[in-house]
């Protein structure tokens, strides 16, 4: 009996062999599904379980979102944001299933589990207290944001405002309308935050979208800017106040229709490159685009950051000069045009280049992090994304954008005693559409401390708006509150 | 040569104890920030009585596997300490108190079984007598009055306060019935009849115990809706005639019959085929929904929230799953321990079967050698059949797990198992007498 004896003990082994194996399937490549299938009610516990970290902003002088301590075991700690609406879409909510903005973003260092905490984590769970996360300092200028959201919601439009220092990147502003309270999102009833969400989803004017990063839109004439460092780049004998060609109406090769400045106004003939833009002429732009040709546009665009993939921490929508086509469209993407689509962000970022001798800085959002002690985890430090332009030619595009605030389009954007430069834009949607209005501009030229882009999303109410009339009062009350007036 | 190992079994006896006090003093301090207040009543308390089952081991079975009771020690404990930890976190049905009184009547068990039996092979007189009392046992649950259904499942017996299930003994007492019965009839049953493709089918008047070990365990799946104990005795059976008859054929014709039935059964009753369902399409919603899967999920959940090393003692969630006491004690021990502990608890298991087979292999007579493979197979098949279930290897059935769930019965009954192995490991050990007397000094006494 000892040879089927021996068989049988080979069938126990396999047995517990089996059981093993599948034990050890279930406990490493099916547990992370398992633990956070929807119908596993502990990561909802577990994500009230920690004392989640803060987010505050202005060097953590203002809170953002805080921890409250409910005593309730199950769902001991609530989240609450006492400055509502202005940040939403920056700071984002902390739902029951899931999170956004920098709630999401940074949910590993506000929940603790990041790796840089594992030694701080393990203490507190062997003296057997509640984790706490590290809180998150934003780069956020508040007084700035709250402005620039009280003035884009009263035009009743949709719309973003994105401000950045331009020698840093830090972004100081990121406003996007509408927006909404994110304290309904951020109870522990599932029922109640789905309920509240999808009512946000359905909503025709989308306000769960963060525009100033989730979305692009034809930049208009504000690319000219582009355009116009492209053109001062290939020729270094080139300079503000070089003649271009300035017909009333431009005919476009390949087709039977002719390009004509904006309202059908007349540049002369000839102008300056100075006085194209402070005017704004389309067809100067539009000629020089097509001299250019294409690469040396889009090389240029890249190098303002185009098409790069971005992450302050969220992830920023590639913007985008759209798809090399024939002469006809290469005009009209110079001018911003065509299939040339920018988010508000990539806009702020052309003017904070301009305004940093032409170095574009990498945009960020978290200033540092903060341990649970105090002592900082993580801080970011200023980086280089690219070299736009030469500081040469970016003097000379300054030069250009503070006429077209002082003696141009952009004339709202004025400030008293500080020199300003900037450039509108009103960007055709679809024919027969309303506009949409951009103003990005930067001061004080001589130092600057604020480069800002506003985008005014016109579909949304019926009027026509033009970017000096409609935008650039708002970039003028933002950069007043940066620079602290 | 053997020897006894005393030192070293008393050394792992106590090793087990305080693993088992350590996890104690985990779920204190987990669940409240403190090491249980009870602590050292329970040490004393675990501590004792396998101190005491050590001593009767050692007078009446000395040289007994000294793993046997070391690691039996552990499994009961962890088991302890998770239901207390169950019933801590506010799970009301799970009962430390009663688990530990429970476990100290099974090391009474365990007791009265090695100083009563003295010699194993003593069973075989009583092969029919035991084959008797197996199918009472089956059977008392399904009468009125005495037999109570829960869960339902008709396995449970009311015998005043407490209610056994009787099953868990029937085990026993069948397996005893099986290796008197088969060693008896082997020969004939290994009886070659027609040759069918590449197997020799057996005679078919030899069927007949077959048929009706299959007929009683099709009755116990339809009566009682235990499909666990059917296929746990059924599979027992098998795997003793094989051992038996050396014929692979029966454990081909008994896997068809058993599955026929199963099919069969699936067709009619509908609690089979939910079992079955909630098995295939366990995490589909609609099956979740409408409850089949529920536990069976919840139970992958609370083990994959662990991961490899588990939430801690005290520090997750395990009373979420139904039944997370008895049924579902693996996937709670999984997920405060981890798939570390679950391996260890595995290899326990493992180990028991193993330490059994080996003895059974060293047996010098038959009936020893069929008695320890069956006791020795029915509990790796008991552990692979309900923790196969809990982790959704095989379909759901329910079945105790081995010392760890709660429940008297089988703690008894296993308890009782273990002693019948160390008591043949003790005889399968024990040295040959030795001559006394030198070849030469041989005095041949003659008329």
Redesign the interface.
Known sequence: ?????????V???I??G???A???Y???V??????N?S????ML?ARYKIDRGWITADNTKTTLAKTVDTGDPKFRFEREYPLGKPFTHVVGWFAPESAAGIESAMGRYLDGSHPDMVVRRAID?IS?KPAKGASVDLTLNTKAQEIAYKDLASTGKRGAVVAIEPKTGKILTMVSVPSYDPNPLATASKDKVNKAYNKLDKDGDKPLLNRAIDLTYAPGSTFKTVTSAAYLSDDSSRDENTQVDAPDSLPLPGTSISLPNYHGESCGGRATLVEALTISCNTPFAKMGMELGWDKLKEQAEKFGVGKPLAIPMSVAGSSIGKEEGKAELAKTAIGQQSNQMTPLQMAMVAAGIANQGTVMKPYLVNKVLGPDGAEIDGTDPEALSEAVTPEVAGELTKMMISVVENGTGGAAKLPGITVAGKTGTAETAPGKPSHAWFISFAPVDDPQVAVAVFVESGSAGNDATGGAVAAPIAHDVMQAVLGQ | MTAKRRGAQLGMLAFAVLIVMGAYAGVGLGINGKVPSGMLGYGLGLGGLMLAAYLVLAKFAPWADPLLLPLVTLVNGIGLVMIYRLEEGGIKDASASNQLMWTALGVVMFSATLIVLRDHRALQRFTYTAGFVGIVLLVLPVLPVVGSEHYGARIWMNLGPFSLQPGEFAKLALVVFFAGYLVAKRDVLALAGRRLLFIDLPRARDLGPVLITWGVSIAVLVAEKDLGTSLLLFGAFIAMLYIATQRTSWVLIGLLLFVGGAVLAGQVFSHVQARFEGWLHASSTAVYDSGTSYQLMQGLFSLGSGGILGTGLGQGYPGLTPFSFSDFIFDAVGEELGLTGLMAILMVYALIVERGLRMSLASRDPFSKLLGGGLSFILAWQVFIIVGGVTRLIPLTGLVTPFMSAGGSALLANWMLIALLVRMSDAARRPPPQAIQDEGMTQVMQR
């Open positions: 009996m000892n040879s089927t004896l021996k068989r049988v003990a069938a126990c082994l047995m517990f089996l059981l093993m599948n034990v050890t279930l406990g490493t099916k547990a992370e599904s398992l633990r299938d119908r596993n009610v502990r516990y769970m057997g």
